[in-house]
């Protein structure tokens, strides 16, 4: 990174909620009502305030708040040709296994109209960038250091493949993902010449292989189950990310996997211990994994190598703001695993994965940085 880090660096997973000004732009954007340039008006003063945040609270790492994205995998579908965003209800209508999506759709805790799916319909090419403009804003504005996360390769290979729709362009899903892989590649390059110093790639479709054995259960991957088994589709998974990341020079690298960031119904949430994808962690050629610990449901905490660990100890689904005391805790409970030069701290996921379904006020984010990088200050000292 370009900028000397902190014994453990404060950051955010990524997402913030979106401004009433923001969400508004949005709903105009979608109806053609705003051009883009006039919505990127609106977005860069919400920007600006979610950076302004990030800065007041003493976070080292900082990132836009993916205030232009709509959620935070299906904002590609504007950026590629190719992909089309489409609803649940709309998927349910081209599937052929009508009453296994049927019963997916009863288990979200959202309507299906709700929820949109990029959905491959053409070969891929990026239309534009699909985030080096964010980065470029971002840059003007502040001299720490950038994080930009993106959806990972697995994830948007799995979302974007519908065979109904796909299979009419890409004879198979592994065929879809050599493009993905050579879009991502090609952005990652791009962003860190724009000054972007941490890419993160977020997968959580992981922990859903291992929990559920590939059966999707929540929205993460929209699409439909995964055809292999579980070990199959994780080294698939693994392939893509090292794919992408191979060979990058002058960015940090890091993957996300998380549990389900859609509803503050812990219950409807996945839960287990990372333990099962030990092996796939030590195969990733990424120097970061970014993980779930602030809620019981993440299990024991476990070693991973060499890597850094972005340490999740706070939870962005709650209004009860973690105390300096019990955050610190947490982060010497990480200490009796891995060395302090490894550990990074962040929430357990974004704020805002989804525009118009934030997990939290933005009074009660700034409370829970704030508190995160206090206890930061007295791990330094």
Not at 178 to 187: F, K, N, S, T, W
Request: with cysteine; proline share 5%; glycine share 6%.
């Amino acid at each position: 990174m370009s900028t000397a880090l902190p014994a453990f660096p404060t950051t955010t997973v990524g997402s913030f909620p979106r401004t009433s000004a923001v969400l508004r732009a949005l709903k105009s954007r979608r109806r053609g009502d705003l051009n883009r340039a006039e919505f990127d008006a609106v977005a860069d003063g919400a920007v600006l305030e979610i950076l302004k945040v990030q800065e007041d609270a003493g976070l080292d790492i900082v990132t836009d708040g993916e205030q232009r994205r709509d959620n935070f995998y299906s904002f590609v579908a504007e950026k590629l040709e190719g992909v089309r965003l489409m609803s649940l209800a709309e998927m349910f209508d081209i599937v052929e296994d009508k009453v296994g999506f049927e019963k997916l759709l009863q288990s979200l805790d959202v309507p299906a109209y709700s929820i949109h799916n990029p959905t491959c319909v053409g070969r891929l090419q990026r239309r534009e960038s699909l985030a080096v403009d964010e980065v470029r804003f971002l840059r003007q504005h502040t001299d720490r250091p950038i994080k930009v996360p993106l959806p990972g390769p697995y994830l948007l290979t799995r979302a974007m493949w519908v065979p109904e729709a796909t299979g009419l362009v890409y004879g198979s899903k592994e065929e879809l993902a050599e493009d993905v892989v050579r879009i991502l590649r090609e952005e990652v390059q791009e962003l860190v010449a724009a000054g972007a110093d941490f890419v993160q790639f977020d997968e959580p479709v992981l922990t859903e292989l291992v929990f559920t054995q590939g059966n999707t259960r929540t929205f993460m991957c929209a699409a439909l189950a995964a055809r292999k088994d579980p070990a199959e589709e994780l080294v698939f998974a693994t392939e893509l990310i090292n794919a992408v990341v191979d060979g990058l020079e002058g960015v940090r690298t890091g993957v996300h996997v998380c549990r389900g960031n859609w509803s503050r119904d812990e219950q409807t949430l996945l839960s287990g211990s990372y333990a099962p994808l030990r092996a796939t962690f030590d195969e990733l050629r990424v120097d970061q994994l970014v993980l779930e610990y602030a809620t019981p449901r993440a299990g024991e905490m476990t070693t991973f190598g060499t890597k850094e660990l972005g340490l999740g100890v706070v939870n962005p689904r709650t209004d009860e703001v973690e105390s300096v005391e019990e955050i610190v805790h947490k982060a010497q409970r990480a200490l009796q695993f891995m060395p302090a030069e490894r550990i990074f701290l962040n929430p357990d996921c974004g704020f805002g994965t989804f525009s118009a379904r934030p997990m939290n006020a933005l009074n009660v984010v700034q409370a829970k940085l704030g508190n995160l990088a206090q206890a930061a200050q007295v791990l330094r000292g």
